[in-house]
């Protein structure tokens, strides 16, 4: 069966420092890959999409890249974190972009 | 752009009652999918709806997607203390188009 793996589950980080996000998937090939944001409280807010090796979508103009350097590889970037990058960062997998999203259970990110 | 609007935003109940929650757009999807998060946790995907007035159950839960594909609601039956979480709804319009959340429902369960 698929499993997705996110890590680290929690991380506090200085502003102004960079960040390195890993969310790998296994037991599937070539899946469509997502990064989510979800703030205290709220819904989710998709930041990246990726439909395969390098090829990334960005949804949302901000301080964060992506990239998928294999194919069930999905990183979270910053060179540089600002306070309102603080949130609670989840990473999902599709088997095509119709087919339901299924999650990781996330990386709770603190900016100081 | 598109928007859902999921209500109620929290509910108290206490254990053994039933549940319903439901979410509606401006805009038409082709696809209605259910998930529940808990604490520290990504959510889980509950039930998946991909046609106009389907009715889908998931043990006690109980789902479907509304005739006019605009909405979707969440029934949850003989309510448990395990059942407590944030559900979100979530729809596709269908093809490469990308998935819209709802603000979720608090679910709190006074045993």
């Known amino acids: 069966s698929q499993t997705i793996h996110q890590w680290p589950a929690t991380l506090v980080q200085p502003v102004g420092s960079p960040l390195s996000l890993e969310c790998t998937v296994e037991?599937?090939?070539?899946?469509?890959l997502y990064w989510y944001r979800q703030a205290a409280g709220r819904g989710l807010q998709l930041l990246f999409y990726?439909?395969?090796?390098?090829?990334i979508s960005s949804e949302v103009p901000q301080n964060l890249s992506a990239s998928r350097p294999q194919d069930r590889q999905f990183i979270l970037s910053s060179k540089k974190l600002l306070l309102s990058d603080s949130g609670f960062y989840l990473c999902?997998?599709?088997?095509?972009?119709?087919?339901?999203?299924?999650f990781g259970d996330g990386t709770r990110l603190s900016i100081l | 752009g598109q928007q859902l609007n999921q209500s109620p935003q929290s509910m108290f109940i206490q254990e053994g009652e039933d549940v319903s929650m439901n979410c509606t757009s401006s805009?038409?999807?082709?696809?209605w999918l259910w998930y529940k998060q808990e604490p520290g946790e990504g959510p889980v995907l509950l039930i998946a709806?991909?046609?106009?007035?389907e009715l889908t159950s998931n043990g006690r839960l109980t789902a479907q997607f509304g005739i006019t594909r605009k909405d979707s609601f969440l029934n949850i039956s003989a309510s448990i203390p395990s059942d407590v979480g944030i559900y979100f709804c979530?729809?596709?319009?269908?093809?490469?188009?990308?998935?819209?959340f709802g603000q979720g429902t608090r679910l709190t369960i006074n045993p």
């Open positions: 805009s038409i999807f082709n696809t």
């Open positions: 037991g599937t090939s070539n899946p469509n």
């Open positions: 999902a997998w599709s088997v095509t972009l119709q087919q339901p999203q299924h």
């Open positions: 709806l991909y046609k106009a007035g």
């Open positions: 990726s439909v395969g090796i390098g090829q």
């Open positions: 979530a729809g596709q319009l269908g093809g490469a188009q990308k998935l819209v």
